[in-house]
């Protein structure tokens, strides 16, 4: 069997920024909870993305779930959310005892769609927060989504979970609305093999988060909490491998651009086969590279015989609204979302990926079309 190629697997620095990190940690016996890198990686977190305050978490879904507390959200509460994302997105609307509205993407952005959020604000004005998302490190389209947003003096979140290292008009994404949030699971651009980080301007705000996260503890001797509390904090350890791999970030996106424009070069020939869409104002991360197919050639078609050579690719999200467990809940648009997810294959991209890995991939769907 020939080597195994991933959609996007974990990457550490071949300088082994990321153990310094770990071993200066165990030296000063500061394993956890907090310490000297969790501080620090804030720190540097923040300056990276270009926000006032940054808070490290254990996860993206607790860093959601703390940016919709932070924002009010409670009980009965109506929340916006993009219907074409992964559950993360969605989960902690429900964690709050919310009330999520799924709303359509665009064809532009595969994001959320403007139009189809003009509408939810029209059927539903007692909306409470909307959630942005920018899906395989494409940014949505945020002049427009920003604008409805401040018409409709409604706070919004960003989950920025796949858009570390990517810039809307230069500007990094997840520092547009009134929090942000990325997430550093083991598949994504850089990882800590579990982490979130919730990001605002609001430096209060982020305090309170942290406090959230340690279990609402009161600042008194012993042990007395006035608020419900969340274990969520991300721990020393975790936070080094955090601070090593910023600094391979950039390198990162470099490759994912690299493997981007090689599937665009290589696969152009094929007619009926569209890359993700690319848009003047965006500088994406490109994450992971997906393609739509639009004629004889299918999805399924694509993974298995990509499989078949040991090879990893998925579907594009499933949208949420056709989600069993999230099914009763009210959608907002048409069936772009839905199309998408029957069409859209995301291809390996991992960087680690060598020039032969990329020509075998794209040798094999060559092949088929
Ligand atoms: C990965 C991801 C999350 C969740 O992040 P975790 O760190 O795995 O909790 C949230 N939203 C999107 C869009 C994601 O891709």
Not at 265 to 294: T, V
């Amino acid at each position: 069997m020939p080597n195994r190629i991933f959609l996007s697997s974990p990457h550490m620095s071949k300088e082994g920024f990321e153990m310094q990190y770990i071993k200066e940690a165990f030296d000063q016996n500061w394993i956890a909870p907090l310490g000297e890198n969790v501080d620090q990686f804030e720190i540097e977190f923040a300056n990276i993305v270009g926000i006032k305050a940054a808070a490290a978490l254990s996860s993206g879904t607790a860093a959601i779930h703390l940016a919709l507390k932070a924002a009010g959200v409670g009980q009965g509460d109506i929340v916006f959310c993009p219907t074409l994302t992964f559950s993360a997105t969605a989960n902690p609307i429900i964690y709050q005892n919310a009330i999520p509205v799924f709303i359509d993407s665009d064809k532009e952005t595969w994001n959320m769609c403007p139009l189809a959020l003009e509408e939810a604000f029209k059927k539903y004005p007692e909306v409470k927060a909307v959630i942005v998302v920018h899906l395989y490190g494409l940014s949505a389209n945020m002049d427009k989504i920003v604008e409805l947003c401040n018409k409709n003096n409604v706070v919004l979140i960003e989950d920025a979970a796949e858009s570390l290292g990517t810039f809307y008009k230069g500007q990094h994404t997840g520092t547009f609305g009134s929090y942000g949030v990325f997430s550093f699971n083991g598949n994504k651009i850089i990882t800590t093999s579990g982490g979130g980080m919730l990001v605002s301007n609001n430096e209060r705000k982020i305090k309170k988060a942290r406090f959230w996260a340690t279990q609402s503890r009161d600042q008194v001797r012993h042990y007395q909490h006035s608020e419900l509390g969340y274990n969520y904090r991300m721990s020393n350890i975790l936070a080094g491998i955090g601070r090593g791999q910023l600094k391979v970030l950039e390198q990162r996106v470099e490759k994912k651009r690299y493997i981007y424009h090689y599937y665009k070069e290589k696969l152009s020939e094929i007619n009926e086969l569209e890359l993700m869409p690319e848009n003047a104002w965006d500088a994406p991360n490109y994450w992971l590279s997906c393609i739509l197919l639009n004629g004889k050639m299918r999805p399924d078609e694509v993974i298995n015989a990509l499989e078949k050579e040991n090879i990893e690719s998925r579907p594009l999200w499933k949208p949420m609204h056709m989600q069993p467990y999230f099914e009763e809940y009210d959608y907002v648009g048409t069936d772009v979302a839905e199309k998408l997810f029957k069409n859209g294959v995301c291809l390996p991209s991992d960087t680690k990926m060598t020039e032969e890995d990329l020509e075998r991939v794209t040798n094999i769907i060559k092949r088929l079309g």
